[in-house]
């Protein structure tokens, strides 16, 4: 498909803001009755919303002095040009422009997975390495050959070259996708945080969702519950202690997730299921969404009590998620039953 400056005019004028958020993973602080959304800043650290996108696309993120409209935020974001930001919003759904083309499943209507499962992808995790950041935190050689994940050299031509690339399995363990983290925060603010191959959904997914198909895993959430977490390190970290978790890829938890949350609490008769969403407005908001939408559902979910793990003297004031906990730590807040 040919993407013209005309086209790019036709996708400017018909975005879809909300779904655009979502796709990109942006973290939402609030939003206001004209449709104008605060959001925490993918370009700073910052960890205040400092940035705010208007209903017509236009943003500006006050932290870094960054701004634009819907095309050059999928651009920051995505590290591509206009062009190709262009052709992957039509993709996407991103926006009601009227231009045939093929659409993949739309990240922003949650109630709507993949009609096909999708095509099991080859497996990266060959050429996949140690990090010094995987020892900072941490995580051991095995825990990161039993998840697949590691670092994928900027020598690779792959897409997510230069980045940590989280192996994506469905339920029934199959490799549906990868998804890469930027290393450092100046990869984060020039080409996105996050990158994800075309036609994949984070919404539709949990990470971790195939370790519960049977094996130790599997035994230890049956007896103690399982605990939701926002990212791949969260879970990551909470497998090294020996804890079962899943990750939603950011501080939502969409219906299809709930969905998924809810088959496995009927399937395994879960005992009770954490949220753990990390420490500041998002995700406290987003905490209490999911527990609204998990119990509506009959499913016993409980919020972590950060405050309570900080009287316990387990998570120091200046940590505000789960991977920044060290393994012995998160093994005293799961004997103590805190998670």
């Known amino acids: 498909?040919?993407?013209?400056?005309?086209?790019?005019?036709?996708?400017?004028?018909?975005?879809?803001?909300?779904?655009?958020?979502?796709?990109?993973?942006?973290?939402?602080?609030?939003?206001?009755?004209?449709?104008?959304?605060?959001?925490?800043?993918?370009?700073?650290?910052?960890?205040?919303?400092?940035?705010?996108?208007?209903?017509?696309?236009?943003?500006?993120?006050?932290?870094?002095?960054?701004?634009?409209?819907?095309?050059?935020l999928y651009q920051q974001i995505r590290g591509c040009d206009c062009y190709t930001a262009g052709r992957e919003m039509l993709e996407l759904g991103l926006c009601n422009a009227s231009i045939e083309t093929p659409r993949l499943p739309r990240t922003h209507e949650p109630r709507m997975e993949a009609k096909e499962p999708l095509p099991e992808r080859p497996s990266l995790v060959p050429y996949l390495q140690p990090h010094e950041e995987y020892e900072r935190r941490s995580i051991s050689e095995r825990t990161r050959l039993e998840l697949g994940f590691g670092y994928l050299p900027s020598s690779n031509k792959a897409?997510?070259?230069?980045?940590?690339?989280?192996?994506?399995?469905?339920?029934?363990?199959?490799?549906?996708?990868?998804?890469?983290?930027?290393?450092?925060?100046r990869q984060a603010e020039s080409k996105g945080k996050w990158?994800?191959?075309?036609?994949?959904?984070?919404?539709?997914?949990?990470?971790?969702?195939?370790?519960?198909?049977?094996?130790?895993?599997?035994?230890?959430?049956?007896?103690?519950?399982?605990?939701?977490?926002?990212?791949?390190?969260?879970?990551?970290?909470?497998?090294?202690?020996?804890?079962?978790?899943?990750?939603?890829?950011?501080?939502?938890?969409?219906?299809?997730?709930?969905?998924?949350?809810?088959?496995?609490?009927?399937t395994l008769h879960l005992p009770r299921v954490v949220i753990w969403f990390d420490r500041d407005p998002a995700g406290f908001e987003a905490t209490e969404r999911a527990l609204a939408a998990l119990k509506k559902a009959g499913v016993p979910a409980y919020p972590f009590d950060w405050q309570a793990a900080a009287q316990e003297g387990l998570v120091p004031p200046e940590v505000n998620d789960a991977c920044d906990i060290s393994v012995d730590n998160l093994r005293r807040l799961h004997d103590r039953g805190l998670i």
């Open 1 to 72: 498909m040919k993407i013209t400056p005309e086209t790019l005019s036709d996708i400017r004028g018909t975005v879809n803001v909300r779904a655009l958020v979502e796709a990109l993973g942006l973290r939402v602080a609030r939003e206001k009755p004209s449709g104008e959304i605060w959001l925490h800043s993918p370009f700073s650290p910052d960890k205040t919303a400092s940035m705010h996108i208007q209903s017509d696309g236009r943003w500006k993120d006050f932290s870094s002095g960054k701004g634009g409209g819907a095309i050059e």
């Open 195 to 266: 990158r994800v191959y075309g036609g994949f959904s984070k919404s539709c997914f949990l990470y971790g969702h195939h370790l519960l198909a049977e094996g130790k895993t599997k035994v230890d959430a049956v007896k103690n519950g399982l605990i939701v977490v926002e990212g791949c390190f969260d879970a990551v970290k909470l497998h090294e202690a020996g804890i079962p978790s899943v990750a939603t890829f950011g501080a939502n938890l969409s219906e299809a997730q709930a969905r998924k949350l809810v088959d496995l609490h009927q």
């Open 159 to 185: 897409k997510l070259a230069g980045r940590h690339v989280f192996q994506i399995k469905d339920e029934a363990g199959r490799v549906v996708s990868h998804i890469g983290r930027a290393v450092d925060q």
